[in-house]
């Protein structure tokens, strides 16, 4: 009898901080690396993940989407729970279904919402300084709001990308850019087709610069049409960064 073949679809959290980033890497301690590893110990398969895209050493997540493909008898519905016994502390499988052979975790995406979270108190929170980056002196959110509202559209972003991008099309459509206040935390939230690489975090750095009175928010629209990455502001930190959610149709 010929077992049937099952794609299986998983939504993981991460605490990124010890790890490469999600992809795998040769000698590098990854997300990826880390799942495949539980699964082929579960099922004695080498099994290789495929997932909604890449986050970088010491970014986490909380909707990271991935697939893969098992001849496992395994019970969909015990699937979590077996994992959860093979995976570090820091790597949680929050759901996991049998899905279409057809789905495909990154070519189907259709929404990716991230989140970057600033700490705006005096003195750094303890207990958020793994997920936020600590920012002491005063921020205007409204300043950031403004400024934020006109990335939103369809547009060329080679200035709010790494210069290592590898991606030639700079283009992508931003559905939804804002910053909130809950007390004394900032967040960055945006909602896209797709980002490129750093891009949010350079969203991120250049609004703080807005918030800081160093920029006037009106600037993005000519750092926009530069397409020259000098003239966005810097790189936030990589830990104040989470993948958020993935949307699929």
């Not at 804002?178 to 980002?195: A, P, Q």
């Amino acid at each position: 009898m010929v077992e049937r073949v099952k794609r299986l679809k998983g939504i993981v959290a991460y605490d990124g901080t010890d790890y490469s980033g999600f992809q795998s890497q040769p000698d590098q301690v990854t997300i990826q690396g880390e799942i495949e590893a539980a699964l082929q110990r579960v099922t004695g398969e080498p099994i290789t993940i495929a997932g909604s895209g890449r986050t970088d050493a010491g970014v986490h997540a909380r909707g990271q989407v991935f697939h893969f493909d098992t001849n496992s008898t395994i019970p969909t519905e015990k699937w979590r729970y077996v994992l959860h016994n093979q995976l570090p502390d820091s790597i949680i499988i929050r759901s996991l279904e049998e899905v279409d052979a057809s789905f495909h975790a990154r070519f189907d995406v259709k929404v990716k919402e991230y989140r970057y979270c600033i700490d705006n108190g005096v003195v750094p929170d303890l207990f958020r300084h793994r997920y936020a980056a600590h920012i002491r002196h005063p921020l205007d959110v409204k300043r950031m709001n403004a400024a934020a509202r006109l990335l939103i559209g369809t547009h060329d972003f080679t200035s709010f990308c790494s210069a290592k991008t590898f991606a030639e099309d700079k283009v992508r459509t931003v559905y939804d850019c804002r910053v909130e206040r809950e007390g004394d935390l900032v967040w960055v939230i945006c909602r896209g087709n797709g980002f490129l690489y750093n891009m949010v975090r350079i969203i991120a750095g250049t609004l703080v610069e807005v918030g800081a009175g160093k920029r006037p928010p009106e600037e993005m629209i000519p750092i926009l049409q530069a397409h020259d990455r000098e003239k966005a502001g810097k790189t936030a930190e990589a830990k104040g960064l989470t993948m958020w959610e993935v949307v699929y149709e």
